[in-house]
T-cell receptor, first 111, second 114 residues
Framework: DAKTTQPPSMDCAEGRAANLPCNHS???????VYWYRQIHSQGPQYIIH???NNETNEMASLIITEDRKSSTLILPHATLRDTAVYYC????????????FGKGTKLSVKP | DAGITQSPRHKVTETGTPVTLRCHQT?????MYWYRQDPGHGLRLIHY???????DKGEVSDGYSVSRSKTEDFLLTLESATSSQTSVYFC?????????????FGSGTRLTVV
């Protein structure tokens, strides 16, 4: 079973920031937080990951609480093309475990 | 994504026939994965590989086998296709031992078993 809890759906106005929450209260000390998104029927796309510190890249920012039990993905200026299902995943990946996908959050960006 | 391709993109096959899906990568990544995606179930891991000839089962491996004879190719075989295996199949690759690089997914293969 997925180790994360996400709202099933969210709406966001175009041009505004989209803040997607994720709870992962059972995360262990060496597990990363990953975010992926899936647009329509395409393959999931990696967005960002983090361990303890907040992270930012060209796509998004990831804010992880100090106790690491929850995180927020921020899309600073959402566009219609950001409409997708967003998955929050915790895990080690690679040889130390596989990433388990839950049902994610369906983000709808509206004009 | 560049560096990973799946073939075929679409396939219709009859119940009881064997089917092989191919995943090809040009990234020289060690880890490769096969997932299936169905409405209401999300992405579920079928099999994965952590090197040439090194494979292991995922959560939904029954009815599937895999082979990896070269770093770049990971084959998924449905030994005798059933209607319950109608799905979209995604291949993924990963290069990091501890996963910080995340996965890169292919574009998927839509398989219909009639």
């Amino acid at each position: 079973d997925a180790k994360t809890t996400q709202p099933p759906s969210m709406d966001c106005a175009e041009g505004r920031a989209a803040n997607l929450p994720c709870n992962h209260s059972t995360i262990s000390g060496n597990e990363y937080v990953y975010w992926y998104r899936q647009i329509h029927s395409q393959g999931p796309q990696y967005i960002i990951h983090g361990l303890k510190n907040n992270e930012t890249n060209e796509m998004a920012s990831l804010i992880i609480t100090e106790d690491r039990k929850s995180s927020t993905l921020i899309l600073p200026h959402a566009t219609l093309r950001d409409t997708a299902v967003y998955y929050c995943i915790v895990g080690l990946g690679g040889s130390q475990g596989n990433l388990i996908f839950g049902k994610g959050t369906k983000l709808s960006v509206k004009p | 994504d560049a560096g990973i391709t799946q073939s075929p993109r679409h396939k219709v096959t009859e119940t009881g026939t064997p089917v092989t899906l191919r995943c090809h990568q040009t990234e020289n990544h060690r880890y490769m994965y096969w997932y299936r995606q169905d409405p209401g179930h999300g992405l579920r891991l079928i099999h994965y590989s952590y090197g040439v000839k090194d494979t292991d089962k995922g959560e939904v491996s029954d009815g599937y086998s895999v082979s990896r004879s070269k770093t770049e190719d990971f084959l998924l075989t449905l030994e005798s296709a059933t209607s319950s295996q109608t799905s979209v199949y995604f291949c993924a690759i990963s290069g990091g031992d501890r996963g910080p690089y995340g996965y890169t997914f292919g574009s998927g293969t839509r398989l219909t078993v009639v």
